[in-house]
């Protein structure tokens, strides 16, 4: 089996420990270089994390033969520009979520790597985590009966560099949005995992404690093609904290943190009465290295990766209708 040589495009916050590490941790998959936008910071993470080569940019990086792929870590708005290189190079590719800004610029991202014929992934890491897979298997055991609606629950403070208008989340022309954008969607992404497709999507938004410009609460109600129905409300300047995704089934119900690494709470009602389990699965140190091992692996010809831009596209889309762009 081929040992897959990684470039990463961007060294920032992400790629110190959830995604980094797992690509020289992974079978088969070396980190070999680097780049970032200041280069005495990719030299740095090069010599902690012992990355072999360090490129002035992706150009560069592109250019090497011994590189068989790209991992692109740098916010959204820089996403399509590297991405199409990636595409025209027929470099395999891993990019952070949210893939592009808006829905267009991801399909045309897609249509690049669709016309060199190059394989692309997304990083919705949750699909691939032990507890998200839990919740899969209870679904198909029908542990809660027929599913009725779902409903994601997600509130904390600002904190104080989105307050001081620091944070590159909240400047939509680098993240497509608010705080939402950077949180959302891997919520909305691990309900299309679990459910399907959204194809219907109603949408209320408003900035109450103008913090910065922004979104920083939003209420939206969806449906699924398959008929379920689900909602979510978020605030982002709440005095309280609370991240929870809720199934409820004619048999009963299942919740869990999406962010956080909590039981799963199981409840039940049957002929022996109701019954409540918490179910504790352990989270991987590096949390994107098992997606990481499977694109690796379908690169390998040995597994499918179950996040791509095909399944992100679907999330982006739910996006645009949001923020009513589409």
Same mark, same amino acid.
């Given at each position: 089996?081929?040992?897959?040589?990684?470039?990463? +495009?961007?060294?920032?916050?992400?790629?110190?420990?959830?995604?980094?590490?797992?690509?020289?941790?992974?079978?088969?998959?070396?980190?070999?270089?680097?780049?970032?936008?200041?280069?005495?910071?990719?030299?740095?993470?090069?010599?902690?994390?012992?990355?072999?080569?360090?490129?002035?940019?992706?150009?560069?990086?592109?250019?090497?033969?011994?590189?068989?792929?790209?991992?692109?870590?740098?916010?959204?708005?820089?996403?399509?520009?590297?991405?199409?290189?990636?595409?025209?190079?027929?470099?395999?590719?891993?990019?952070?979520?949210?893939?592009?800004?808006?829905?267009?610029?991801?399909?045309?991202? @897609?249509?690049?790597?669709?016309?060199?014929?190059?394989?692309?992934?997304?990083?919705?890491?949750?699909?691939?985590?032990?507890?998200?897979?839990?919740?899969?298997?209870?679904?198909?055991?029908?542990?809660?009966?027929? +599913?009725?609606? @779902?409903?994601?629950?997600?509130?904390?403070?600002?904190?104080?560099?989105?307050?001081?208008?620091?944070?590159?989340? &909240?400047?939509?022309?680098?993240?497509?949005?608010?705080?939402?954008?950077?949180?959302?969607?891997?919520?909305?992404?691990?309900?299309?995992?679990?459910?399907?497709?959204?194809?219907?999507?109603?949408?209320?938004?408003?900035?109450?404690?103008?913090?910065?410009?922004?979104?920083?609460?939003?209420?939206?109600?969806?449906?699924?093609?398959?008929?379920?129905?689900?909602?979510?409300?978020?605030?982002?300047?709440?005095?309280?904290?609370?991240? @929870?995704?809720? &199934?409820?089934?004619?048999?009963?119900?299942?919740?869990?943190?999406?962010?956080?690494?909590?039981?799963?709470?199981?409840?039940?009602?049957?002929?022996?009465?109701?019954?409540?389990?918490?179910?504790?699965?352990?989270?991987?140190?590096?949390?994107?290295?098992?997606?990481?091992?499977? &694109?690796?692996?379908?690169?390998?010809?040995?597994?499918?990766?179950?996040?791509?831009?095909?399944?992100?596209?679907?999330?982006?889309?739910?996006?645009?209708?949001?923020?009513?762009?589409?």
């Amino acid at each position: 089996m081929k040992t897959i040589h990684w470039g990463m +495009v961007g060294c920032g916050d992400v790629t110190e420990k959830k995604s980094g590490p797992g690509f020289y941790k992974a079978c088969n998959s070396v980190l070999y270089g680097v780049t970032n936008r200041t280069r005495s910071k990719a030299e740095d993470y090069a010599a902690r994390h012992r990355v072999t080569k360090v490129y002035d940019n992706i150009d560069e990086m592109l250019s090497d033969p011994k590189i068989d792929a790209i991992y692109i870590a740098t916010p959204p708005g820089f996403h399509k520009e590297q991405a199409i290189k990636c595409a025209e190079a027929k470099k395999p590719c891993y990019i952070e979520k949210p893939v592009a800004l808006c829905y267009e610029d991801h399909m045309e991202i @897609v249509k690049a790597f669709e016309k060199t014929g190059t394989k692309a992934f997304t990083a919705y890491y949750r699909r691939r985590l032990p507890r998200f897979l839990k919740v899969s298997e209870l679904l198909e055991q029908r542990a809660i009966g027929e +599913v009725r609606f @779902v409903h994601i629950s997600y509130y904390r403070p600002a904190y104080e560099n989105e307050k001081a208008g620091k944070d590159w989340h &909240i400047q939509p022309d680098i993240s497509g949005g608010g705080i939402f954008m950077d949180i959302a969607v891997h919520q909305l992404d691990i309900l299309d995992f679990l459910f399907g497709r959204i194809n219907e999507v109603k949408s209320l938004f408003t900035n109450q404690a103008h913090y910065y410009k922004p979104e920083d609460m939003l209420n939206v109600c969806f449906s699924f093609e398959n008929g379920m129905q689900g909602s979510g409300d978020w605030c982002f300047a709440a005095g309280t904290e609370k991240d @929870v995704i809720e &199934i409820i089934g004619s048999k009963g119900r299942i919740s869990f943190e999406c962010f956080g690494t909590g039981a799963i709470i199981h409840e039940n009602i049957s002929e022996n009465g109701f019954t409540v389990r918490e179910l504790s699965v352990e989270t991987p140190e590096h949390i994107q290295q098992n997606l990481i091992q499977s &694109i690796v692996d379908e690169l390998n010809g040995e597994d499918i990766c179950p996040s791509t831009l095909y399944t992100a596209a679907r999330t982006a889309w739910v996006c645009d209708k949001i923020y009513g762009k589409m």
